[in-house]
């Protein structure tokens, strides 16, 4: 067996899954950012764990706390393939129930230190930390290959981009041989990489330890009281000092056809979390969701295929330049560059326009939406204009510095109880 294949076998995947996402506004309102939709039928959490699954990781613990049940159910419907009489795992660690003290966890790396005794039961060599909120593909095995043959203690998932950009991260010094040198949380002055002033290292916040110095670390941070039992606040800056941390690009292990950019985003504000679901109806998205050789594993609801309906001038059910998921029917309903996701039913003489519509959701009848973002579950009332009064939008909706209105059915029914 070829030795990449056995060092995964012989590893972990540590999803840290509790954040809220509160820069996503209304859309996590009733869940946690990982359990967010996205792409017309995943969710973000999807792409963490399918890398893992892809890179020959069967053993998987995700760590939950915020409003958890959405991310939980969706877990159990759509992950439980997984096969203990393969040695094959996939553990959901609820804050919750923890410790005898202790309800939440304090910092990324109390969440590890909770579970160490889950961990063990794994009996693992290696653990790769991974965040369970972005959208990206990466063969795991690269990084963990690249650490165990370095020696470093931990190794640092870091993407290149642009120096002005920098400043939203934390950034990694590196020297010519991967060797993290220092590392800053959202510097002012980013330091440049070692071949090209212009470009920085931005950490990604994935992480691979050997679990015999990981776990030590972490009993040992467990009795810090001056620490904030983080990863990136406190664990890696003390590894940084001491010399033992490394650097693994990105673009060394992403996953992407010949040719094509990498591609990562952090879909944590309403315009991005827009602009990366519309960017997927593009001629050739730099996401691809078609790679039958890295498939984004989600659970698939049992849908009847997607149903156009009317053709009459003014009333024509059409799609263009859009995506449209299984079980949508489309009446009567211009739809353009817009992302339709499970179960989506639009009405005659209704139009969309660059909108992400989430799952059964109801556009009825002569309703215009563009620009916009509309949750789970919403009944779009007859008539309604959204995106071309960016004031009167915002009377009603939440609308995002770049004009994307957020619609939920909470605002909907303020507005009709206000307007009577």
Request: proline share 5%.
């Amino acid at each position: 067996m070829p030795q990449n294949r056995r060092l995964t076998q012989r590893s972990m995947a540590f999803v840290l899954a509790g954040g809220r996402g509160s820069r996503l506004r209304e859309l996590t309102d009733r869940r946690v950012k990982p359990a967010v939709y996205f792409g017309g039928k995943s969710r973000i959490i999807d792409f963490a764990l399918s890398n893992a699954m892809n890179s020959g990781i069967r053993k998987i613990a995700i760590a939950t706390q915020y409003k958890a049940h959405s991310l939980i159910r969706h877990l159990q419907r759509g992950w439980t393939f997984f096969r203990a009489e393969r040695n094959e795992f996939l553990d959901i660690l609820p804050a919750s129930q923890r410790m005898d003290n202790e309800n939440w966890y304090r910092g990324t790396a109390d969440a590890v230190t909770q579970n160490i005794d889950i961990v063990d039961s794994y009996d693992v060599d290696y653990i790769i930390i991974l965040a369970g909120d972005h959208i990206y593909k990466m063969d795991y095995e690269v990084m963990i290959r690249e650490h165990a043959e370095s020696g470093a203690d931990v190794t640092v998932g870091c993407l290149t981009v642009p120096r002005e950009e920098a400043s939203a991260f934390g950034v990694m010094a590196t020297d010519a041989s991967g060797k993290i040198t220092s590392f800053l949380e959202k510097p002012k002055d980013p330091p440049s990489t070692p071949e090209d002033p212009n470009l920085a290292l931005a950490s990604m916040g994935i992480y691979v330890f050997s679990w015999p110095f990981l776990r030590d670390l972490l009993r040992r941070d467990a009795e810090d009281p001056n620490s904030s039992h983080d990863f990136g606040h406190d664990l890696i800056p003390a590894i940084v000092a001491r010399g033992g941390a490394r650097a693994h690009r990105f673009d060394e292990s992403c996953v992407r056809a010949p040719g094509a950019p990498s591609y990562w985003r952090d879909v944590g504000t309403v315009d991005a979390y827009w602009q990366a679901n519309i960017d997927l109806t593009n001629f050739t998205p730099e996401l691809n969701l078609w790679d039958q050789d890295w498939p984004i594993w989600t659970y698939s609801e049992m849908t009847p295929p997607a149903k156009f309906i009317h053709d009459e001038e003014g009333r024509r059910g059409s799609a263009v330049s859009s995506m449209v998921s299984g079980g949508c029917i489309i009446s009567g309903t211009e739809v353009r560059n817009s992302l339709l996701f499970t179960q989506v039913h639009t009405n005659s003489f209704a139009t969309l326009d660059h909108a992400v519509v989430l799952p059964y959701v109801v556009v009825n009848r002569h309703a215009r939406l563009h620009r916009a973002v509309i949750d789970r579950g919403v009944v779009i009332p007859e008539g309604l204009v959204v995106g071309e009064d960016p004031e009167d939008d915002a009377k009603w909706f939440r609308v995002s510095e770049k004009g994307i209105t957020l619609i939920t059915q909470e605002m909907l029914d303020k507005r009709a109880a206000s307007l009577g």
